[in-house]
């Protein structure tokens, strides 16, 4: 399996941006997909944005167009650009890898935006 740990997470005004990075270890070589998910309070995790092996990307409605998601192969570490943050935005962010045998999540980084 893999381990994850993100960074990056903070306090920002509404229309900022901010990246957050993912960094993998362990069998790394086995990544199907990566992505980036959040939950708010009261609300269920909910997918942001999934880039698989074979180089094609997902994203969630709220974020296409504002959010970018991207790899760093060499460096085993994924990102994911926000640009133009809303405070409907604030979340904890968690990165996440994908292998036919397992479903890694990292700790999760808290993004507040504000108004």
């Known amino acids: 399996q893999v381990q994850l740990a993100e960074s990056g997470g903070g306090l920002v005004q509404a229309g900022g941006s901010l990246r957050l990075s993912c960094a993998a270890s362990g069998a790394t070589a086995s990544i199907a997909a990566m992505g980036w998910y959040r939950q708010a309070p009261g609300n269920e995790r909910e997918l942001v944005a999934r880039?698989?092996?074979?180089?094609?990307?997902d994203y969630a409605d709220a974020v296409r167009g504002r959010f970018a998601i991207s790899r760093n192969a060499a460096r085993n570490r994924w990102y994911l650009q926000m640009d133009n943050l809303k405070p409907e935005d604030t979340a904890v962010y968690y990165c996440n890898a994908m292998a036919s045998w397992y479903n890694k999540w990292g700790q999760g980084t808290q993004v507040t935006v504000s108004s």
């Open positions: 880039l698989k092996i074979d180089g094609s990307t």
